[in-house]
């Protein structure tokens, strides 16, 4: 089945300095990629999303690309703020998996002000 | 996107008892899963939950252990049974409303067993 790995598992920056989170897949049927933040006590929420036959998508402050040959894909967030604090997941599916998805083991990210 | 209420949001429970969690969600939906994420740790897939026939579990999980209904396309059920202090986790209905669409999760349960 489908294999997902997620670095880095923590991550501090500076208020305003930007934050990368890259994940890896391993099947390379996986068309579908979205991003989850979590935040403390919540249910996961997406962000952002790509499909394979996108390199690059983005949403104001967030990015995330995607390099299908590499099977890798990133998140970006640009000019970080403390409300970004949070527990970031990747996910990747397949269309002809009815739904289902394999996610990454989260990013905690703190941002200091 | 879509609506769930889950319920309990918490609850304490002893060992050896059963719980029922209940996913309502505002419309119909074909595709309806059950997560598992243990404190700190990522979502784990228990069940896809199928409307009209028994649900499909992950390696891992059995139905006599998490036992699913699915009576109708907005709503679902997930027992955890003869529970052990290793079951104590946060579980998640989850919905997706097509293919290449994104998960929508519930609030989550909060499952304490002592």
């Known amino acids: 089945g489908e294999n997902v790995e997620q670095h880095p598992s923590t991550l501090s920056v500076q208020e305003g300095d930007s934050a990368v989170i890259k994940c890896t897949y391993s099947?390379?049927?996986?068309?579908?990629f979205p991003w989850y933040k979590q935040e403390l006590g919540k249910r996961p929420q997406l962000i952002i999303d790509i499909r394979s036959n996108v390199g690059e998508k983005k949403d104001q402050r967030i990015a995330v690309t995607l390099n299908k040959t590499a099977k890798h894909f990133s998140l970006h967030i640009t000019e970080t703020q403390p409300e970004d604090s949070a527990v970031y997941f990747c996910a990747a599916s397949m269309g002809t998996n009815a739904g289902k998805s394999t996610f990454g083991d989260g990013t905690t990210l703190t941002v200091k002000p | 996107s879509a609506v769930i209420s889950q319920k309990p949001s918490r609850d304490i429970c002893q060992r050896g008892t059963s719980l029922t969690i209940q996913c309502q969600v505002d419309s119909q939906v074909t595709m309806m899963f059950w997560y598992r994420q243990q404190p700190g740790q990522s979502l784990t897939l228990i069940a896809t939950a199928n409307q009209g026939s028994e649900a499909t579990y992950e390696s891992g999980f059995v139905i006599d252990k998490f036992p699913i209904s699915r009576p109708n396309l907005t709503f679902s059920t997930l027992t955890v049974s003869n529970m052990s202090p290793e079951d104590s986790s946060i579980y998640l209905c989850?919905?997706?409303?097509?293919?290449?669409?994104?998960?929508?999760f519930g609030d989550g349960t909060r499952l304490s067993i002592l």
């Open positions: 099947d390379s049927a996986s068309n579908y």
């Open positions: 989850s919905v997706v409303l097509g293919p290449n669409q994104p998960q929508h």
